[in-house]
């Protein structure tokens, strides 16, 4: 089993930025990919950024040139840097963990981004 812990969230103006962490523990498979996913209300659940253990990184496209995800392998954590942030970002943000092995998905509980002013 893998746990996923999200922090980070909060309140932030337009233009401001957010960092979000993510900490994984348990049986965490050497194979994997995590990312980040965000639903906002009344909308489906999408993915926001993914990189594998090697590095390799994926984008949503509403996001590239803002967002920057990175993760530490021996700390087992994935991080969201969250740059120049508009209203239209506003949703929970999810930590995903996929074990590339079976193909399982793990989830966080998620955090709350808003941007407001």
């Known amino acids: 089993q893998v746990q996923l812990v999200e922090s980070g969230g909060g309140l932030v103006q337009p233009g401001g930025s957010l960092r979000l962490s993510c900490a994984a523990s348990?049986?965490?498979?050497?194979?994997?990919?995590m990312g980040w996913y965000r639903q906002a209300p009344g909308k489906q659940r999408e993915l926001v950024a993914a990189?594998?253990?090697?590095?390799?990184?994926n984008y949503a496209d509403s996001v590239k040139g803002r967002f920057t995800i990175s993760r530490d392998n021996a700390k087992n954590m994935v991080y969201l840097q969250m740059n120049s942030l508009k209203p239209e970002d506003t949703a929970v943000y999810y930590c995903?963990?996929?074990?590339?092995?079976?193909?399982?998905?793990?989830w966080g509980k998620g955090t709350l981004v808003t941007v407001s002013s």
């Open positions: 995903n963990l996929r074990s590339l092995s079976d193909g399982v998905d793990y």
């Open positions: 348990g049986s965490i498979f050497s194979s994997n990919l």
């Open positions: 990189i594998t253990r090697g590095g390799m990184t």
